[in-house]
Structure formats: structure tokens, C-alpha cells
């Protein structure tokens, strides 16, 4: 099955430093690469995804990048703000070809990175 | 996402008892998913549903079992609880809506103590 192995394990930047964080897989096969963001005592909530198709994503501060060659993607945030204090979590997941057609299965997580902004 | 609603918030238990952690969504999603959250080990995918008649072994179901009652009702039961079942579990929805992406959405999460 799917390994996602995710560091750093812990982040600490100053406020307006940028953070990266960084997810490699283990399963060729994998082609759909989500972020989730959990911040303190709430749900994780998608933030940004990529497709094996595409190699970077932008959406504002945050974009997502991929190299399939060697099986890494990497979460990249600008300008960082103390609200983006969370765990961020990556993960990753293949095509599945269903009586209803083809969608992505279940994903495999990280182990999460919890990313600490100062004042 | 209030439509994704877990029951109880909070449960402390003792070694070796039955317990259920309930799970009911309003979202309309056909796929179900049971996660636990422990410290430095993400997210593991205990269980999942595809459809009602779909129950799948997830990464680490040893020591759970589930239900799915209906497309809107997916059960965790832990048959003995033990203490390294203490952990924050969460249910999950997903759609497949967005080019099949799959997007999961999580309840607020249980945080359950095994003493």
C-alpha cells in the first residue's frame, strides 16, 4: 500500500518568514496530492490539491509543488501570518475505477507538521 | 462542519469495555471514513464506506468494527477498549463532486480516554 512519509515534524518561523513543508510517497500509481490544515482544537479542512498532471499550484500565499520523477511534493507558504499556526497534514491517493465511473480512493496522511508563526 | 456530526464529543472508558462512537451526516455523501489522530502519526484510516453495502479495512482496524446503518449513519465500535486506544477520532465524507477528487470533510472529532 501507500506510504506518505512527511517532515518536518515541527516548523518555527517568524512572522512574514516563508515555510516549507515537505511530503514524499512511496506508490507510483498515486496521482491526486492534497493539504489539510487542522488548527488548534478543530477538524482538518482541505486547503490547496495538485494532479499528477500539473507540476505547481498557486492559490494566494500558499502553493503546492510536484516532482512524480521522485516522488515528492512540497507545501510552500509566503509572507507566513500567525494564523497560519496549525498541523498541516499531505496526502496522497490513486485514481479508482468504479462501477460509477473513475474517482480518486482513500487517501493515505502524513504524519502531520505542526508550523509555529511568532509575532 | 456542522454537517458532519460525531457523538459523543468526549468519552472516558475502562479497560475491556464495549464502546460506540457514532457518526450521522446531512451532506448527502455516499462515502464514510474513520480516522484516529495520534500525536506524531497523523491521520490512519481505520475503516471505510464507499456506499452502504461497501465496508472496507482501513490501515489499523485490528480491535474496531463498524456499521453503516445508512448512507447517513457510520458506527465505530471498539468490542475491549485498551489504553493505547486512547486517541481523537474522527469521521469523515466524501462526494464525488470536483473532478473525483474525493474532498474529504471531517466531523469535529471524539476524543476518547481508555483507562
Known amino acids: 500500500g501507500e506510504n506518505v512519509e512527511q517532515h518536518p515534524s515541527t516548523l518555527s518561523v517568524q512572522e512574514g518568514d516563508s515555510a516549507v513543508i515537505k511530503c514524499t510517497y512511496s506508490?507510483?500509481?498515486?496521482?491526486?496530492f492534497p493539504w489539510y490544515k487542522q488548527e488548534l482544537g478543530k477538524r482538518p479542512q482541505l486547503i490547496i490539491d495538485?494532479?499528477?498532471?500539473?507540476g505547481e499550484k498557486k492559490d494566494q500565499r500558499i502553493a503546492v509543488t510536484l516532482n512524480k520523477t521522485a516522488k515528492h511534493f512540497s507545501l510552500h507558504i509566503t509572507e507566513t501570518q500567525p494564523e497560519d499556526s496549525a498541523v498541516y497534514f499531505c496526502a496522497a491517493s490513486s485514481l479508482l475505477g468504479t462501477a460509477g465511473g473513475t474517482s480518486y480512493g482513500k487517501l493515505t496522511f502524513g504524519q502531520g507538521t505542526i508550523l509555529t508563526v511568532h509575532p | 462542519d456542522a454537517d458532519v456530526t460525531q457523538t459523543p464529543r468526549n468519552r472516558i472508558t475502562k479497560t475491556g469495555k464495549r464502546i460506540m462512537l457514532e457518526c450521522s451526516q446531512t451532506?448527502?455523501?455516499?462515502?464514510m471514513y474513520w480516522y484516529r489522530q495520534d500525536p506524531g502519526l497523523g491521520l490512519r484510516l481505520i475503516y471505510y464506506?464507499?456506499?452502504?453495502?461497501?465496508?472496507n479495512k482501513g490501515e489499523i482496524s485490528d480491535g474496531y468494527s463498524v456499521s453503516r446503518q445508512a448512507q447517513a449513519k457510520f458506527s465505530l465500535s471498539l468490542e475491549s477498549a485498551i489504553p493505547n486506544q486512547t486517541a481523537l477520532y474522527f469521521c469523515?465524507?466524501?462526494?464525488?463532486?470536483?473532478?473525483?477528487?474525493?474532498?474529504?470533510?471531517f466531523g469535529a472529532g471524539t476524543r476518547l480516554s481508555v483507562l
Open positions: 495538485i494532479r499528477s498532471n500539473v
Open positions: 506508490d507510483s500509481a498515486s496521482n491526486y
Open positions: 469523515a465524507t466524501s462526494d464525488l463532486g470536483d473532478g473525483g477528487k474525493n474532498i474529504q470533510y
Open positions: 451532506k448527502g455523501h455516499d462515502r
Open positions: 464506506s464507499f456506499d452502504v453495502k461497501d465496508i
